[in-house]
Nanobody
Framework: QVQLVESGGGLVQPGGSLRLSCAAS????????MAWYRQAPGKERELVAS???????NYADSVKGRFTISRDNAKKTMYLQMSSLQPEDTAVYYC?????WGQGTLVTVSS
């Protein structure tokens, strides 16, 4: 059974950058689509970006041009490079794959 563990969240000033990581356990990592979701206070969880096993990516309109999703299949790890962060990006960010959620990592964008 797959397990997902996020890391890399924290406090950053507006305009700053962060990189989130999602480490996965289990087999066949390279063939599955993985995704980042986020949930802001008082809002529903929303898809941020996804990446297929062969590297095709998809982004929410709100993060296009600012966020980059990637994966390293040898390390069984997915990444989310976030740049030009804004207060509205404040949320708990979750890793998702194969109907499994990570525990989430908090990103706070504030001056």
């Amino acid at each position: 059974q797959v397990q997902l563990v996020e890391s890399g969240g924290g406090l950053v000033q507006p305009g700053g950058s962060l990189r989130l990581s999602c480490a996965a356990s289990g087999n066949f990592f390279s063939i599955y689509t993985m995704a980042w979701y986020r949930q802001a206070p008082g809002k529903e969880r929303e898809l941020v970006a996804s990446i297929t096993g062969d590297g095709q990516t998809n982004y929410a309109d709100s993060v296009k041009g600012r966020f980059t999703i990637s994966r390293d299949n040898a390390k069984k790890t997915m990444y989310l490079q976030m740049s030009s962060l804004q207060p509205e990006d404040t949320a708990v960010y979750y890793c998702y794959s194969r109907r499994v959620w990570g525990q989430g990592t908090l990103v706070t964008v504030s001056s």
